[in-house]
């Protein structure tokens, strides 16, 4: 816990590369974006130049259908950067999606004592204000 | 894996504090290497290797050669270990694998931070954690174990009160160790489960203190060992994994590769969870005893909940875990935080834990946790050589 300024910071920008920026533009589009493997038809996130099972670097994109579970979560009370301590408490979690690739999200539209492990959730993107940039956030499939 | 016959011979440290003005990190680091030296009662010229760790602030780059500079060293060996929390851990073995590989003859391992809490040094990271973590408010340390701790109850419905046990019984073993941050500070279930929620399920005193501090520890080989002024301890196996950086990327939650690293120093050592008479466990946060117990086999996965509730972890019980209080008692000096779980031991094992003594400790387990029970080592350290 740290005695820092509580004057309101904005989030910092996303920082693509030339290789992810794809997956950022499909993000403001709604899309999430994973990686395939030509050779051993393993999926992965995030993007690479090659394939983590088998090394191959026939790697190409493809879209995920945007559904998975709550692998784990937790409501933030205190977060590690003051920028989002206007938004407590939010869920952070990760979600394993259907196709297998796990990634670190919000749960938004929720209550958080709502939020449960093995939950089904659904792709809801975010515009954040703070950056005018998409995030990928997802949201209980049973609110949908 | 190998057992080169390497043993600590010398250990010195700073103990951990809130804040260290006026002092550098080189400073703390030439005050403790000039105590652990002394301890093994050899001089600077012994010393011809040297490991150190990174320093996020003062001096980013070439700190082997900085550290060798300060402390008047020219070793034929110097090396930086980037190994977070099991830094110190990792510095024990590869200090004997360069000994037996004739790389130096006695390693001088080292670490320390200072601390100034207005002021928090951020990397300017350019990775996968900055890009795909950090934009949902994902920074720290926090979240990946209150996430842990979260899928740990999810899956064998552990509580938060017996993870509350972890702080709860080291803050009462810190009640022999008048260098703890806490001593004397003794807390009950309740005032755990009353401290903020910092992230759910962690409260504020399920979470270690960041200090500023150092540790030191010299290693040599088992057979100039025996010329040292203390008994020596031997390092009888080692282990090591590294899995992930990012928890979503880690290949499970509930089971760290704290488990492969402590079966490798088991097989090595030619030892089981039921020979060790003492754990000195890295303790960042209480999720992380929880798990290491379980990855060490001590009680069965998913069943170290009750474990710690049922559990006498104190010096007069069976099976001692951090009797100097650990880190969630003592503070976390930086890196230097897990490198006093290897001193702890050594302290116990050579006989000279004053006022905290296990009687009779021949054998522990040391585990080191970096990032996010992502950079796992575990040693087993024993009064007796191979």
């Not at chain 2, 600590?8 to 030439?30: H, K, N, Q, Y």
Request: hydrophobic share 40%.
């Amino acid at each position: 816990m740290t005695a820092e300024t509580t004057a309101t910071m904005p989030k910092p920008r996303i920082t693509s590369t030339e290789r992810t920026s794809a997956f950022w533009e499909a993000a403001s589009q709604g899309t999430l974006l994973l990686q395939r493997c030509g050779q051993c038809n393993h999926m992965q996130h995030y993007a690479r130049p090659m394939c983590v099972a088998c090394w191959s670097p026939n790697v190409s994109w493809e879209a995920a259908a945007g559904t998975g579970v709550i692998w784990t979560f937790t409501v933030v009370g205190m977060p590690g950067h003051p920028a989002w301590r206007p938004d407590t408490p939010y869920v952070l979690a990760i979600v394993e999606l259907d196709e297998g690739p796990r990634l670190m999200t919000n749960i938004v539209d929720c209550r958080p004592d709502d939020i449960a492990v093995g939950q089904r959730v659904v792709l809801r993107p975010t515009l954040q204000p703070d950056t005018n940039q998409t995030i990928l956030t997802f949201a209980l499939a049973s609110n949908e | 894996m190998t057992r080169p016959g390497a043993a600590v011979v010398g250990v010195g440290e700073i103990a951990p504090r809130r804040t260290t003005p006026g002092v550098t990190t080189l400073e703390m680091i030439a005050d403790v290497s000039r105590s652990a030296v002394a301890d093994a009662g050899l001089s600077r010229a012994d010393i011809d290797g040297l490991m150190v760790g990174p320093q996020v602030g003062e001096t980013p780059q070439h700190v082997p050669a900085t550290v060798a500079e300060y402390l008047g060293l020219e070793p034929t060996f110097a090396d930086i270990v980037d190994l977070g929390g099991a830094s110190g851990a990792g510095m024990l073995w590869r200090a004997a694998a360069a000994i037996d590989a004739g790389m130096c003859s006695t390693v001088l391992c080292v670490l320390g931070n200072t601390r100034d809490p207005q002021v928090v040094p951020r990397s300017p990271n350019r990775n996968p954690i900055r890009e795909f973590d950090v934009p949902y408010g994902a920074s720290g340390a926090n979240q990946a174990y209150a996430m842990v701790a979260q899928a740990h109850m999810a899956q064998f419905g552990t509580t938060e009160q017996q993870l509350a046990q972890v702080p709860v019984k080291q803050r009462a073993n810190a009640m022999l160790n008048p260098d703890a941050v806490f001593h004397g500070k003794q807390i009950t279930t309740n005032d755990v489960l009353q401290s903020p929620l910092v992230m759910s399920p962690l409260h504020l005193l399920d979470v270690v203190m960041p200090c500023g501090g150092g540790a030191a520890f010299v290693v040599t080989s088992a057979a100039r060992a025996v010329d040292t002024r203390h008994r020596p301890v031997h390092l009888r196996g080692a282990g090591e994994k590294v899995t992930h950086r990012a928890l979503s990327q880690a290949p499970q939650l509930t089971t760290s590769p704290l488990a492969p690293a402590i079966a490798d120093a088991y097989r090595a050592a030619g030892v089981r969870a039921s020979d060790l008479d003492l754990l000195s466990l890295y303790d960042c946060y209480s999720i992380v005893v929880a798990v290491t117990l379980e990855d060490a086999g001590v009680c069965a996965k998913g069943e170290s909940g009750p474990w710690l509730e049922e559990a006498d972890i104190s010096i007069d019980g069976p099976l001692p875990i951090n009797p100097h209080g650990g880190q969630l008692a003592c503070g976390q000096a930086d890196l230097a935080g897990g490198m006093t779980h290897i001193l702890e031991a050594v302290h116990q094992l050579r006989g000279t834990a004053d006022g905290r003594q296990v009687p009779g400790a021949e054998t522990a387990l040391v585990t080191g946790n970096g990032a996010t029970l992502s950079e796992e080592v575990a040693l087993v350290l024993s009064g007796a050589a191979a």
